[in-house]
């Protein structure tokens, strides 16, 4: 069964959104971060910027390492 969903695209940062389905769905939704698992040597405020727009950035990081 599943346990969880995990929500990316700019639909990830509409709260109401990620609220209304884990209420249908009755399992916990969370936002996905593609970008937590990279290394990154940003300063503090480009860090918040990027966890911002992160969910949007899952096609464009597959298709970077898909070419690796």
Known sequence: PVTQVMV???TARND???HALQEELMIPVQRWNP?????HHLPAD?????EHVAPQ????LGAAAAGF
């Open 35 to 39: 970008t937590q698992s990279l290394e």
């Open 57 to 60: 950035l899952t096609v464009a």
């Open 16 to 18: 109401t959104i990620l």
């Open 8 to 10: 990316s695209g700019g």
């Open 46 to 50: 480009k860090v918040e910027d990027l």
